[in-house]
């Protein structure tokens, strides 16, 4: 099989869902990696406030993975191919991985939700992306995941206030 036989048929200009299609495969890895992220710290999570830290994780955890087929098949509806493995996540993630032994709740939080901010820059350019692709599909699902995303951000927030 060809990548031409890859081809979903569309009315989009392939050049610009090209570069909507770079920007998603983008948020794809940085969704995986903050989802694994996430779940590394919902496992390694300890302190007073164990049982609502590691709630909170799980759950962000389990948004984020639900996010990720989205992404990928609103790629294929475009005409594009996406991520294919671990490494091709790694060659394109820009969310930071998190290989310590030992983080404190307090650091885990304030990376994750420094994490979902950076994702959250990601998804308004690649909603900027297919705005000018006139992709009004993608621009329209990137509302939600930005929406859950700062979301995810502020309970991380309120989570880590001391006062």
Do not use: C
Request: glycine letters at 4%.
């Amino acid at each position: 099989m060809s990548i031409a036989e890859l081809q979903t048929p569309t009315d989009l200009k392939s050049n610009a869902t090209r570069s909507v299609a770079e920007a998603l495969n983008g948020i794809l890895a940085d969704s995986y990696a903050l989802y694994l992220k996430t779940k590394n710290f919902h496992w390694h999570v300890s302190g007073p406030h164990f049982r609502d830290y590691h709630l909170m994780l799980d759950d962000q955890a389990t948004q984020i993975l639900a996010t990720t087929d989205l992404i990928a098949e609103r790629v294929r509806k475009t005409g594009n191919t996406t991520l294919r493995s671990i490494g091709d996540i790694a060659r394109r993630q820009t969310i930071k991985d998190n290989d310590a032994e030992f983080v404190s709740p307090e650091a885990m939080l304030a990376e994750l939700r420094e994490d979902n901010l950076k994702l959250v820059e990601s998804l308004r350019s690649a909603k900027e992306a297919a705005s000018e692709a006139r992709d009004n599909a993608t621009d329209s699902l990137i509302d939600d995941w930005t929406d859950q995303a700062e979301e995810r951000a502020w309970f991380l927030f309120e989570a880590s206030r001391t006062g």
